[in-house]
């Protein structure tokens, strides 16, 4: 299936999916700052009341209640589960792990879904791009380290597949945002994904919100998920808005990013968020990633500019061609 032509605009696309990565940035920094004290499924809950009210109102901008209407209810229900895979994976991950290291595992997804963009979407990936879709890889692979020991590892080495399925939902969410864009509006596809984290959290409420299943537990990432509910003590409360209004505005600025641009021009600048978490992580836990993960990162970023260069050529290209045709 090919994605609607129509909607083209990469510079648009590019400009959302920035503006949602900063706002990713803020939302994970805030997420694990906060998840010493409060369960997932606490924040997740709140931030998504807050959040849909948000998409709500941006519905009536963008032509009113019938616009939340769909033909395709089942793929918008993956990609409501999808998504909400993603960040229950990620958020838990970051409960033990450094932002900046979680952050560097997660950003195999742009070239996830730089590769599923091929088979899903139609688009064209040259083998410059794929080459460099490789080194991104490897670039993962050394931020991870397998080769250190048990001792030798502040984090257990289990604990980065948790980034990894993440990087592999949300990759599979986004092609799904482009294929169903072309039919849906952001504002509308943005409350999909808010009802979904509702209905996920509250069913996580029901069953461990007295937090019984944390009693003994010593895993972090676990407690992170069984804590029981608590009411935010007061300055948190604005901290919980904040994740609310970031909530909206990743919903609504990357359902426009993928919908506006081909999967694999947009995806490349979403690694703006690694430097981002690097600088979250210095001001705020003092983490600095060390001589292997600052070779990782380089390696990622390299990767994703490389990748954006060569479609910023091609696209140059077909335009010239258009040109040529024109005058003939």
């Not at 001792?151 to 604990?159: A, F, G, K, Y």
Request: glycine share 10%; aromatic share 10%.
């Amino acid at each position: 299936m090919t994605a609607n032509t129509k909607l083209q605009n990469p510079t648009a696309g590019i400009a959302f999916v920035l503006v949602g990565i900063v706002a990713i940035s803020v939302n994970d920094m805030l997420i694990k700052f906060l998840s010493g004290s409060y369960p997932l499924h606490q924040m997740v809950f709140t931030r998504s009341i807050i959040g849909i009210g948000f998409s709500l109102a941006l519905v009536q901008l963008e032509g009113g209640w019938q616009i939340l209407k769909t033909d395709q209810p089942w793929l918008h229900l993956l990609r409501g589960v999808l998504i909400v895979a993603a960040n229950l994976t990620f958020f838990t991950a970051l409960a033990v792990m450094p932002l900046a290291e979680a952050t560097a595992v997660f950003f195999v997804s742009p070239l996830m879904i730089t590769l599923l963009s091929i088979p899903l979407l139609g688009e064209k990936v040259g083998p410059m791009r794929i080459g460099a879709v490789i080194v991104g890889f490897a670039g993962v692979i050394i931020m991870t380290r397998p080769w250190e020991s048990g001792d030798d590892r502040s984090v257990n080495l289990l604990m980065y597949i948790l980034p990894v399925v993440a990087a592999l939902t949300y990759a599979l969410n986004n092609v799904l945002t482009r294929l169903l864009g072309a039919k849906s509006k952001a504002s509308a596809m943005a409350v999909y994904i808010q009802a979904a984290f509702i209905v996920v959290s509250l069913l996580f409420w029901s069953m461990a919100g007295d937090g019984q299943f944390a009693q003994g537990v010593e895993n972090e990432s676990l407690i992170f998920l069984l804590r029981a509910w608590v009411w935010p003590d007061g300055s948190d409360v604005w901290l919980f808005v904040g994740l609310g209004l970031n909530s909206a505005i990743i919903g609504y600025c990357l359902g426009q990013a993928y919908r506006m641009a081909d999967a694999a021009t947009v995806a490349p600048f979403e690694y703006v968020g690694l430097p981002l978490a690097i600088i979250w992580g210095w001001l705020i836990w003092d983490e600095l990633p060390g001589l292997a993960g600052m070779a990782g990162i380089a390696l990622i970023l390299g990767s994703g500019l490389f990748v954006f260069l060569r479609e910023r050529q091609k696209n140059r290209g077909i335009v010239s061609r258009k040109r040529v045709h024109r005058r003939y």
